[in-house]
């Protein structure tokens, strides 16, 4: 069966310093991969999504980056943070097959606090 | 263009009463529908999905939904509801293309009271 994972599970980092989250998946090959933000009280806002190794896809331009260096691993960085990246960051997978239905499923998150 | 629309932001219950989210959709390809969980600080979960056929699905734990193409909804229903219902619940769509992305409405909050 698939699992995913997301580490770390809480994390508090003052303003202007890196972030690096990251995300893998077991048990499935060439996923489709992305990650979301959930700002408190807020609904999901897809962040990006690849099809690939080394294939990104941003949503929303912002401070924050992605990478999939491996099939299985995708990661999310910033070089700055902002008080604004402070949220709840969700990584979700899905069967990498063009036109399949779409059914995602989702890490348990990493609530990032920025101060 | 996909789209969806959850009305309530928030519905409260008493346990055991019927309750019943409300979700309507916009899409211009093929409708394939999801309806996610949500607990407090955890990642979402399916609950249930329609993708072709009946047009009633059901979960698990009680929840049904139905896929009504007229009126473009797919509101989730539950016949009682228990305190341990208390989540957030999501409603989506899948949009177009080869990314399977999929396009989430805001959310309503089912509040279930003793």
């Known amino acids: 069966s698939q699992t995913i994972h997301q580490w770390p599970a809480t994390l508090v980092q003052p303003v202007g310093s890196p972030l690096s989250l990251e995300c893998t998946v077991e048990?499935?090959?060439?996923?489709?991969l992305y990650w979301y933000r959930q700002a408190a009280g807020r609904g999901l806002q897809l962040l990006f999504y690849?099809?690939?190794?080394?294939?990104i896809s941003s949503e929303v331009p912002q401070n924050l980056s992605a990478s999939r260096p491996q099939d299985r691993q995708f990661i999310l960085s910033s070089k700055k943070l902002l008080l604004s990246d402070s949220g709840f960051y969700l990584c979700?997978?899905?069967?990498?097959?063009?036109?399949?239905?779409?059914?995602?499923?989702f890490g348990p998150g990493t609530r990032l606090l920025v101060l | 263009a996909q789209s969806v629309t959850q009305l309530d932001s928030q519905v409260p219950v008493f346990e055991e009463a019927p309750v019943e989210l409300r979700c309507n959709y916009s899409s211009s390809v093929s409708v394939y529908l999801f309806w996610y969980v949500q607990y407090p600080n955890q990642g979402l979960q399916l609950l249930l999905k329609?993708?072709?056929?009946?047009?009633l699905v059901e979960s698990i734990n009680g929840f049904e939904a139905e896929f009504n193409k007229s009126q473009t909804s797919f509101h989730l229903r539950k016949p009682s509801v228990h305190i341990s219902d208390t989540a957030e619940y999501f409603c989506?769509?899948?949009?177009?293309?080869?990314?399977?992305?999929?396009?989430f409405g805001t959310g309503t909050l089912l509040a279930v009271q003793p």
């Open positions: 989506a769509v899948r949009g177009g293309g080869a990314t399977n992305k999929l396009i």
């Open positions: 979700a997978w899905s069967i990498g097959t063009s036109g399949g239905v779409g059914t995602q499923y």
């Open positions: 329609y993708l072709s056929g009946s047009t």
């Open positions: 690849s099809v690939g190794i080394g294939q």
């Open positions: 048990g499935t090959s060439n996923p489709n």
